[in-house]
């Protein structure tokens, strides 16, 4: 069964920092083109972090760029997404992405 699972959501003060993991399973793993979205309740769904095509470029959304670091472990097939200085408005469901494949997501409430 192939799937992505999030985890490391969870409860942080405004200044905080979570680091969030998605790990894969049932298929060879690979990067490329893995990333992370969030999204709160009435929205869309934004992009927020991913790897490009090749697997090794990062991509950032303005609203990451400098607070937000995605990285990956290959040997434990896992895609990290490190938040630090979080803000109020970084409260969201959190979903990992691979070609094809969607995460269940996990929660990230930021309280002020």
């Known amino acids: 069964q192939v799937q992505l699972v999030e985890s490391g959501g969870g409860l942080v003060q405004a200044g905080g920092s979570l680091r969030l993991s998605c790990t894969a399973s049932?298929?060879?793993?690979?990067?490329?083109?893995m990333g992370w979205y969030r999204q709160v309740a009435g929205k869309e769904r934004e992009f927020v972090a991913g790897?490009?095509?090749?697997?090794?470029?990062?991509v950032y959304a303005d609203s990451a760029k400098g607070r937000f670091t995605i990285s990956r472990d290959n040997a434990k097939s896992t895609v990290y997404l490190e938040m630090n200085s979080l803000k109020p408005e970084d409260t969201a469901m959190y979903y990992c992405?691979?070609?094809?494949?969607w995460g269940k997501g996990t929660l990230v409430t930021v309280s002020s």
């Open positions: 992405k691979s070609p094809g494949l």
């Open positions: 790897f490009g095509l090749d697997g090794l470029n990062r």
């Open positions: 049932g298929r060879p793993f690979s990067s490329s083109n």
